[in-house]
């Protein structure tokens, strides 16, 4: 699966499941632009990672949220790397409450960026994925967009919501030979599962059959096989990386 003079761009790499993705890809060859929106310090820690493993990388600021930042992110990306041919959207954030005392500016807050987000990472670099040889688009849910979770309606809905976004790229981008798929993790030991208590980890822990929670590495060698050319026939589809999980 090697991925020499591929460029592949990593929305909200600095830190959590992305760092672990764009290390993952400059590791074995790719040229990596690792965006942050406000982490500068640890977006750059993560490009001298992948260099010093020797790879190439650049850190790239803009707010996903925000579709001027990022087509000028897509400028940028030209200037230094040429067409770009795997764009990973991971970027995501969580307002986590019940429906109850949900209001309407948590709800659009998660909206704007899980969801406006690949819209605006997808349609600024669209042509790019359209025209490369090997063009993959890979969007990076939940399986909280699959189960649903207490106090994430809005998450839960973004996440779900990337499910019909993956499948119709597929179908649009089928006839030029590249692929949308979707890569729905389960619960990964990162910053934000260290934030839930300990006896809610336990119930997580039992409903899951491998009885562990995933690697940040188990998740990026299934992002790095669907970027490679060996994915090239599997398009549409809706990959669980969950331990078995039922959904």
């Not at 959590?16 to 990596?32: E, Q, T």
């Not at 995501?92 to 659009?108: L, P, Q, S, V």
């Not at 063009?135 to 699959?146: A, D, E, K, T, W």
Request: contains cysteine; proline residues 2%; hydrophobic residues 40%.
């Amino acid at each position: 699966m090697n991925l020499d003079n591929q460029t592949c761009v990593v929305t909200g790499s600095s830190r959590g499941i992305g760092r672990g993705i764009a290390k993952d890809l400059g590791a074995h060859g790719a040229n990596v632009v690792v965006n942050y929106r406000s982490s500068e310090a640890e977006a750059r820690a993560v490009v001298e990672d992948i260099r010093e493993s020797g790879g190439n990388a650049i850190a790239a600021q803009a707010d996903v949220a925000k579709l001027d930042e990022v087509r000028a992110m897509r400028e940028r990306v030209a200037d230094e790397f040429g067409p770009t041919d795997v764009l990973v959207n991971n970027a995501g954030i969580t307002i986590d409450k019940k429906f109850e005392n949900m209001t309407r500016e948590d709800w659009e807050t998660v909206i704007d960026v899980n969801l406006g987000g690949v819209f605006n990472g997808t349609k600024a670099f669209y042509d790019d994925i359209r025209d490369a040889e090997h063009g993959r688009l890979i969007n990076i849910s939940s399986v909280v967009g699959q189960q649903g979770n207490i106090g994430q309606a809005n998450y839960a809905t973004t996440k779900s919501g990337l499910f019909g976004f993956t499948r119709t790229l597929a179908l649009e981008l089928a006839h030029t030979g590249s692929t949308a798929n979707c890569v729905a993790p389960g619960f990964v030991k990162t910053d934000m599962l260290e934030e839930v208590p300990e006896r809610v980890q336990e119930k997580i822990l039992r409903e899951i059959p491998l009885d562990r929670f995933a690697r940040v590495e188990d998740i990026a060698g299934i992002v790095r096989f669907v970027a490679s050319e060996e994915s090239s026939y599997m398009t549409g589809q809706v990959l669980g990386v969950n331990g078995g999980m039922e959904w």
